[in-house]
């Protein structure tokens, strides 16, 4: 099987994979203990583990093809799949449930925490970079609930606690907006003292990170609303109030290097091992919403064939012909690719589903309408389209009514998070109850007719096996969590 190399591409890549990563890796030699270690060592080790664990083999390859917004392309041998089953139909190598909960829990959230205390303690005290390393922190709980479900939060990171319970996902998603309305009350925008030079993000610009965790904040409080709808009240405060991601510059991502060992994980599976040709196939959920509208972002997304008019994708687990269907393109997953993890249209989206559902705020499909073109002309230009396509393009997409908006919506929202599996995973489950999401998918060819992948499983590791606290009925890959109606 090709995805075997995969399970060991994580932590240490991205750390190779940054400029001037000498200095990235001056770290405190004992990170559990950390005592002395400035705090924006800890913080860049954290970060560069974080963002090399979304685009290694260990979140990304599962939770897109396991989500559909890529095909494995099955018997084709230069295929993901190679002809065995593979992620694509649910068949999940144990180490890739366990890798993402050890790095989650050890090389990210126990060296922020420990940032953090060392950060609060200092004299001066350093407020922006405790604020700084919430932000993250938040994300780390956020993808933790979002893909395993109930999670030790409460009792984590505790060195007096052996055994921490685990608590509810609601809970756990509070905390997430708790953590960062705590680092929103704790940014000092007016103070020096901050993380600077090691903050790969926005280089210490704290009215960014402000408004970062502010969107943050709401993403969470959409994630909740249809289960919790007590939070839409907080939904509508939130719109009223402003202070959100507002353009491209505000965009969280980190770059990559087109130099040895500082290349994008994604293109560096293909370049390692299938001759720099991409492994995945486009998913027909994708082709068949943008090919009939000759969607721009079609060439940017999708290398098509020699010969073929349209884009015509693949259903999980059938069989990828390199005549007819097309591989996401190589000109997307390049060496220098950034990996993104909030973006503009992210924000614009959620704004366009507030006026078109009226939560918190009243039904204005005038303006969601606006919203939404708004939201498609910034995810087209940001897979490269030109500003005057994409500007004329977006122009032309219908005003639609409130059903036929929300569904629209919901969909241009997944289709732009395709090269951002985790995040296309818990929009696709928060876009509907369970048969109405969006897009509509289907369990997968040579898939276990059980039900549509919907999490990650525990892993089996000493740290859940030895916890009496930790849930002892098995959790199937298939089974709803709270959030996911």
Same mark, same amino acid.
């Given at each position: 099987?090709?995805?075997?190399?995969?399970?060991?591409?994580?932590?240490?890549? !991205? @750390?190779?994979?940054? &400029?001037?990563?000498?200095? /990235?890796?001056? =770290?405190?030699? $004992?990170?559990?203990? +950390?005592?002395?270690?400035?705090?924006?060592?800890?913080?860049?080790?954290?970060?560069?583990?974080?963002?090399?664990?979304?685009?290694?083999?260990?979140?990304?390859?599962?939770?897109?093809?396991?989500?559909?917004?890529?095909?494995?392309?099955?018997?084709?041998?230069?295929?993901?799949?190679?002809?065995?089953?593979?992620?694509?139909?649910?068949?999940?190598?144990? !180490? @890739?449930?366990?890798? &993402?909960?050890?790095?989650? /829990?050890?090389? =990210?959230?126990? $060296?922020?925490?420990? +940032?953090?205390?060392?950060?609060?303690?200092?004299?001066?005290?350093?407020?922006?970079?405790?604020?700084?390393?919430?932000?993250?922190?938040?994300?780390?709980?956020?993808?933790?609930?979002?893909?395993?479900?109930?999670?030790?939060?409460?009792?984590?990171?505790?060195?007096?606690?052996?055994?921490?319970?685990?608590?509810?996902?609601?809970?756990?998603?509070?905390?997430?907006?708790?953590?960062?309305?705590?680092?929103?009350?704790?940014?000092?925008?007016?103070?020096?003292?901050?993380?600077?030079?090691?903050?790969?993000?926005?280089?210490?610009?704290?009215?960014?990170?402000?408004?970062?965790?502010?969107?943050?904040?709401?993403?969470?409080?959409?994630?909740?609303?249809?289960?919790?709808?007590?939070?839409?009240?907080?939904?509508?405060?939130?719109?009223?109030?402003?202070?959100?991601?507002?353009?491209?510059?505000?965009?969280?991502?980190?770059?990559?290097?087109?130099?040895?060992?500082?290349?994008?994980?994604?293109?560096?599976?293909?370049?390692?091992?299938?001759?720099?040709?991409?492994?995945?196939?486009?998913?027909?959920?994708?082709?068949?919403?943008?090919?009939?509208?000759?969607?721009?972002?079609?060439?940017?997304?999708?290398?098509?064939?020699?010969?073929?008019?349209?884009?015509?994708?693949?259903?999980?687990?059938?069989?990828?012909?390199?005549?007819?269907?097309?591989?996401?393109?190589?000109?997307?997953?390049?060496?220098?690719?950034?990996?993104?993890?909030?973006?503009?249209?992210?924000?614009?989206?959620?704004?366009?589903?507030?006026?078109?559902?009226?939560?918190?705020?009243?039904?204005?499909?005038?303006?969601?309408?606006?919203?939404?073109?708004?939201?498609?002309?910034?995810?087209?230009?940001?897979?490269?389209?030109?500003?005057?396509?994409?500007?004329?393009?977006?122009?032309?997409?219908?005003?639609?009514?409130?059903?036929?908006?929300?569904?629209?919506?919901?969909?241009?929202?997944?289709?732009?998070?395709?090269?951002?599996?985790?995040?296309?995973?818990?929009?696709?489950?928060?876009?509907?109850?369970?048969?109405?999401?969006?897009?509509?998918?289907?369990?997968?060819?040579?898939?276990?007719?059980?039900?549509?992948?919907?999490?990650?499983?525990?892993?089996?590791?000493?740290?859940?096996?030895?916890?009496?606290?930790?849930?002892?009925?098995?959790?199937?890959?298939?089974?709803?969590?709270?959030?996911?109606?």
């Amino acid at each position: 099987m090709k995805k075997k190399f995969i399970l060991t591409f994580s932590v240490l890549t !991205l @750390i190779l994979a940054l &400029p001037s990563c000498k200095k /990235y890796l001056d =770290i405190n030699t $004992n990170p559990n203990a +950390a005592v002395t270690v400035d705090p924006k060592l800890l913080f860049s080790y954290a970060v560069t583990s974080y963002v090399d664990l979304r685009a290694s083999g260990d979140l990304w390859i599962p939770t897109s093809l396991a989500g559909q917004a890529v095909m494995d392309g099955f018997s084709n041998p230069t295929g993901w799949s190679g002809g065995g089953l593979d992620e694509g139909e649910y068949k999940i190598d144990p !180490l @890739i449930y366990g890798n &993402p909960w050890r790095a989650y /829990y050890t090389s =990210i959230g126990n $060296n922020l925490k420990q +940032a953090i205390k060392i950060a609060e303690s200092a004299t001066p005290k350093n407020n922006n970079a405790a604020a700084q390393c919430k932000v993250i922190l938040a994300l780390v709980y956020y993808e933790l609930t979002t893909l395993y479900g109930d999670v030790p939060y409460t009792e984590a990171f505790n060195s007096d606690i052996a055994y921490p319970h685990f608590d509810p996902q609601q809970k756990v998603l509070l905390g997430v907006v708790a953590t960062l309305d705590e680092a929103l009350a704790q940014f000092d925008p007016a103070s020096t003292v901050k993380i600077s030079d090691y903050d790969l993000f926005y280089k210490g610009d704290i009215a960014k990170w402000k408004r970062l965790a502010t969107s943050l904040k709401l993403r969470t409080l959409m994630t909740m609303v249809d289960k919790d709808p007590t939070q839409a009240a907080k939904i509508g405060a939130m719109i009223n109030a402003g202070g959100l991601v507002a353009s491209a510059a505000d965009n969280f991502q980190v770059p990559f290097q087109d130099i040895q060992n500082k290349k994008n994980p994604k293109y560096f599976i293909s370049e390692q091992f299938n001759g720099k040709q991409n492994f995945f196939f486009a998913s027909k959920w994708v082709t068949n919403y943008l090919d009939p509208v000759n969607d721009p972002r079609l060439p940017k997304l999708f290398d098509l064939p020699a010969g073929q008019t349209h884009y015509i994708g693949i259903e999980q687990g059938a069989d990828g012909d390199d005549a007819i269907n097309p591989r996401v393109s190589t000109s997307l997953q390049t060496a220098t690719e950034p990996e993104t993890i909030f973006d503009y249209q992210d924000e614009l989206f959620y704004e366009a589903e507030i006026y078109a559902r009226g939560i918190g705020v009243a039904v204005d499909i005038v303006k969601a309408n606006l919203l939404y073109k708004q939201a498609v002309l910034e995810s087209c230009k940001f897979y490269g389209v030109a500003t005057a396509t994409a500007t004329a393009f977006s122009a032309s997409l219908p005003t639609y009514i409130a059903t036929d908006l929300i569904y629209n919506i919901q969909y241009q929202h997944w289709v732009d998070l395709t090269d951002r599996g985790i995040d296309a995973f818990t929009q696709w489950r928060r876009s509907g109850p369970e048969g109405s999401e969006i897009p509509a998918l289907t369990i997968p060819i040579g898939a276990p007719a059980n039900g549509l992948f919907r999490r990650y499983e525990y892993p089996i590791t000493n740290e859940i096996n030895q916890n009496p606290n930790a849930p002892k009925a098995v959790v199937h890959y298939y089974e709803k969590q709270w959030f996911d109606l």
